[in-house]
């Protein structure tokens, strides 16, 4: 049974940065695609960015590109390292993964993680 586990989360100023980390286990995962999506409260669920399983292809949210990027290393660990942060980017921020891109770049997939909140104060 494979298992998402976000970190990296916290309280930062308005232009400040945090880098996500989102570390797979309990299966192969290098096939898979994953990504970052989002909720703030009261608000509906938001892409952010998203990887292919080569990690050759990102995408990213017209809201965070410029200032997000999406890694991964070793296939079983992916990364959002997220500069010029804003208020707006207040949320909590889920890690996913699926076998499909398409997939999970609607918000559909496999697995998710519990989420780490990402607080930005103005």
Do not use: H
């Amino acid at each position: 049974q494979g298992q998402l586990v976000e970190s990296g989360g916290g309280l930062v100023q308005a232009g400040g940065s945090l880098r996500l980390s989102c570390a797979a286990s309990g299966r192969d995962f290098s096939t898979y695609a994953m990504g970052w999506f989002r909720q703030a409260p009261g608000k509906e669920q938001e892409f952010v960015a998203a990887i292919n399983w080569i990690g050759g292809n990102k995408y990213y949210a017209d809201s965070v590109k410029g200032r997000f990027t999406i890694s991964r290393d070793d296939a079983m660990s992916v990364y959002l390292q997220m500069n010029s942060l804003k208020a707006e980017d207040t949320a909590v921020y889920y890690c996913l993964a699926d076998v499909e891109l398409a997939r999970l770049r609607r918000g559909v997939s496999d697995y998710r993680g519990q989420g780490t909140q990402v607080t930005v104060s103005s």
